[in-house]
């Protein structure tokens, strides 16, 4: 079965760090555009941070720049979020996602996106930050 398949999150103090990893199942993730989103409770899903496919290029969210570090592995067949100096407003389900059709990865990660605007997503894990 072809997906995406996350581990990490849970539950973290303000300041402190988790990391998110985001595994591709039956297919190879080499050429796709990745991006990790996430949204709150009664918010729009927003985009956090976008690669491209050849890891070349970055986009990180104002609100998360300087703190988190997307980076893949693709010998792995993996992507990773750092999350470090966590707040409170950092807490959200996190979803990753991939896609071949993506042109540029501040346009992956502006969008407002639905399921079916990305190849593949992730089932989503939660993060909270609290202390």
């Known amino acids: 079965q072809l997906q995406l398949v996350q581990s990490g999150g849970g539950l973290v103090q303000p300041g402190g760090s988790l990391r998110l990893s985001c595994d591709a199942a039956?297919?190879?993730?080499?050429?796709?555009?990745i991006g990790w989103f996430r949204q709150a409770p009664g918010k729009e899903r927003e985009g956090v941070s976008c690669?491209?496919?050849?890891?070349?290029?970055?986009y990180y969210a104002d609100s998360v720049k300087g703190r988190f570090t997307i980076s893949r592995d693709n010998t792995k067949n993996t992507i990773y979020l750092q999350m470090n100096s966590l707040k409170p407003e950092d807490t959200a389900v996190y979803y990753c996602a991939a896609d071949l059709r993506v042109k540029t990865v501040q346009g992956m990660c502006i969008m407002t996106p639905r399921n079916e605007d990305f190849d593949y997503w992730g089932q989503g894990t939660q993060v909270t930050v609290s202390s």
């Open positions: 690669m491209s496919g050849t890891g070349r290029t970055t």
């Open positions: 039956g297919f190879t993730l080499d050429y796709y555009a």
